[in-house]
């Protein structure tokens, strides 16, 4: 029996791999330019060999960890806060409906002044990247809760802690995670963004690089390694999704 999810992705992936190799064979364009998938194949063994493309890998999946797990870590408990305490959304809500539309590429000259050439100011602007979609994610997500279940809590005079963790965290659980697959995406696309401009290593940083030496070969292979390992990334986000203990969240809307 012939796997359809399997056999049609890679159906479409020869199809791409056969257009690109007519594209490079009769566009008229030098491989200089347009290397062909031989090319970049080989170019890709030669960076692995000798590790760059490891090493830089390494550098871009450490600053996404560390500024996505930051974010995470403070954006889900604020936007519970938010989306439980009224007063607390009068005062925050406008400021954070204020900075979630600045684009986190232009804190680049500000997170270079503040925090200097390195790993810092990639985080940051990782940090900031990541951090409004999820507060704004989660505080949706525990408004849209049904009323019904708090009052019946209250008759039977649950605590606030186990309010929390029996009714708002099970419930918020689906779209939170929902929100985690989207802000991975763009935490994966910030830091290529910011290591071509505040740092000297990962893939951001080997892509530009490459481009100033004319190894377009080179700059290919950051380029598909950046989408394998965003796919990765958002394979582990939608088995997060499948977890069983989320299934209750589902029941609640």
């Given at each position: 029996?012939?796997?359809?999810?399997?056999?049609?992705?890679?159906?479409?992936?020869?199809?791409?791999?056969?257009?690109?190799?007519?594209?490079?064979?009769?566009?008229?364009?030098?491989?200089?330019?347009?290397?062909?998938?031989?090319?970049?194949?080989?170019?890709?063994?030669?960076?692995?060999?000798?590790?760059?493309?490891?090493?830089?890998?390494?550098?871009s999946?450490?600053?996404?960890?560390?500024?996505?797990?930051?974010?995470?870590?403070?954006?889900?408990?604020?936007?519970?806060?938010?989306?439980?305490?009224?007063?607390?959304?009068?005062?925050?809500?406008?400021?954070?409906?204020?900075l979630?539309?600045?684009?986190?590429?232009?804190?680049?000259?500000l997170?270079?002044?503040?925090?200097?050439?390195?790993?810092?100011p990639?985080?940051?602007?990782?940090?900031?990247?990541?951090?409004?979609?999820?507060?704004?994610?989660?505080?949706?997500?525990?408004?849209s809760?049904?009323?019904?279940?708090?009052?019946?809590?209250?008759?039977?005079?649950?605590?606030?802690?186990?309010?929390?963790?029996?009714?708002?965290?099970?419930?918020?659980?689906?779209?939170?995670?929902?929100?985690?697959?989207?802000?991975?995406?763009?935490?994966?696309?910030?830091?290529?963004?910011?290591?071509?401009?505040?740092?000297?290593?990962?893939?951001?940083?080997?892509?530009?690089?490459?481009?100033?030496?004319?190894?377009?070969?080179?700059?290919?292979?950051?380029?598909?390694?950046?989408?394998?390992?965003?796919?990765f990334?958002?394979?582990?986000?939608?088995?997060?999704?499948?977890?069983?203990?989320?299934?209750?969240?589902?029941?609640?809307?």
């Amino acid at each position: 029996m012939i796997d359809k999810k399997i056999t049609l992705p890679l159906v479409t992936l020869l199809c791409v791999l056969s257009l690109w190799e007519l594209v490079t064979r009769f566009s008229g364009w030098s491989s200089n330019v347009f290397p062909g998938p031989i090319a970049v194949l080989t170019s890709m063994e030669e960076l692995i060999v000798n590790g760059k493309l490891l090493k830089n890998t390494v550098a871009s999946l450490f600053r996404v960890s560390i500024g996505f797990s930051l974010a995470v870590v403070l954006g889900i408990p604020i936007g519970i806060i938010l989306g439980r305490m009224e007063i607390a959304k009068l005062l925050f809500n406008p400021l954070v409906q204020f900075l979630r539309p600045i684009s986190p590429l232009a804190w680049i000259p500000l997170a270079m002044l503040w925090f200097g050439i390195g790993d810092p100011p990639a985080i940051f602007l990782i940090f900031l990247a990541s951090f409004f979609p999820m507060v704004v994610s989660t505080s949706v997500a525990v408004e849209s809760i049904r009323p019904t279940f708090f009052q019946v809590a209250a008759n039977f005079n649950f605590t606030r802690y186990e309010v929390l963790t029996k009714i708002v965290i099970p419930a918020i659980t689906p779209q939170v995670i929902t929100a985690l697959r989207m802000t991975i995406a763009i935490a994966w696309l910030v830091v290529v963004a910011a290591e071509m401009i505040a740092v000297q290593s990962g893939l951001g940083y080997l892509i530009l690089d490459s481009r100033n030496a004319l190894r377009m070969d080179y700059v290919m292979v950051g380029m598909i390694a950046i989408g394998v390992i965003g796919l990765f990334l958002d394979f582990i986000m939608r088995e997060l999704g499948n977890i069983e203990s989320t299934a209750w969240g589902r029941l609640t809307k």
